[in-house]
């Protein structure tokens, strides 16, 4: 089981064709008479030592083997034709909430969809009780019934807690469900007053502070882990399995973040850029809060990388260039012309050549991996980070 104190390791490229580069010798040479500024930054936490020294048992044979067992458990008991739909319900939703459910992805779209076409084909309304019928809502994103919300019991806190959570995936117009939202709301911020402490009144709480599909499903899996061990009928096997493959992905996001964290260090930002202190940790976590697989590996080094170009790039225009260099620094993204260097500053040709560096080599990565040519999509998503607003907002402030 992960400690509670423990950092969270959370845990496709994006577009030009490729340039011919050449080589050039660099002035290192600046006007002295510039007054560069400073961000003040605070070391980050994480250096490459650090992280490289990160090591974990969780990766071990003897360990994976356990995991793969307790899938098959898992699997089995999900697949089980003779459970009622609720237990399969609500198996579903506990799966969601440990963070497993892209193990059992197959297993739980078809039956999410056989449930979906047995109520498409039924004519019939439906005799489900609020918490059913919510539930079935919030997985399946189905319209529910005006029948079913006026019928609500308020002491149902279980049923008024999963329509609060269904109302959140509502779409514009659909006031049926900004009414329920108020009505579920109301009475469950009720419930935690006077019964504050219980399984049911603990996730309220944290629904009315920050909905379900809201919150980033890692951290929401760590969480869930402890709030789950309090409920009465805590299904141990698949806590247990839960908590072994979070161990197990954690390890796996660990060796991802080695080797962004090696494409740093290579960069010589840190070295040579004197304002520059990115947190790899931080830029790590963007992308291993929404895309956290561990079938993930290329998109988490990649965009790992493009995050940390981005952050160096937000410097020069927010703390560090001065307003001709910014104005040639501009030029040289939006022309994407290597020509341009020869008018850049020393801090500016090193982070412009590592950005065209990586467009060319994250779509050689796509192509050799994926066979799929994304050099010009690449470049062009690129671009879109256009520098042009915030060159212009830079003007702005420096007259």
Known sequence: ??????????????????????????????????????????????????????????????????????????????????????????????????????????????????????????????????????????????????????????????????????????????SILEDARD??????????????????????????????????????????????????????????FAKMEYNNLQAIHQEDLKRASEWSLHTGFKEKLPFDEIDIRKCFLVVTGTAMEPQDAILHCECSKLNQLITTIDDIYDVYGTLDELELFTSAIERWDINMMDKLPYYMKLTFFALVNFVNEASYVALREQGVDIAYCLKKSVLKFTYIKKYIFCVSAFT
């Open 1 to 174: 089981m992960p400690p509670r104190n423990q950092d969270l390791l959370l845990g496709s490229s994006n577009c030009g064709r490729f340039n011919r580069v050449q080589c050039r010798v660099v002035n290192k040479v600046c006007d002295q008479t510039i007054t560069q500024r400073s961000g003040n930054y605070q070391p980050a936490l994480w250096d490459y030592n650090y992280i490289q020294s990160l090591r974990s048992d969780f990766l071990v044979e003897s360990y994976t083997q356990k995991i793969d067992k307790l899938k098959e458990d898992v699997r089995a008991m999900l697949v089980n034709k003779t459970m009622n739909r609720l237990d399969q319900l609500e198996l579903i939703d506990t799966i969601q909430r440990l963070g497993v459910d892209y193990v059992f992805e197959n297993e739980i779209r078809t039956i999410l969809g056989r449930i979906y076409n047995d109520k498409k084909h039924t004519n019939a309304s439906s005799n489900n009780d609020l918490y059913t019928e919510a539930l079935e809502f919030r997985l399946l994103r189905q319209p529910a019934s005006q029948e079913n919300f006026e019928a609500c019991v308020c002491e149902d806190m279980k049923g008024l807690l999963s329509l609060y959570e269904a109302t959140f995936l509502g779409e514009e117009g659909e």
């Open 183 to 240: 009505f579920a709301g109301k009475h469950l911020k009720q419930h935690v007053k006077y019964r504050n402490g219980d399984y049911v009144s603990t996730l309220a709480s944290h629904a009315l502070e920050l909905p379900l599909h809201w919150r980033m499903p890692r951290l929401e899996a760590r969480w869930y882990m402890d709030v789950y061990q309090t409920k009465q009928s805590t299904n141990p096997m698949l806590l247990e």
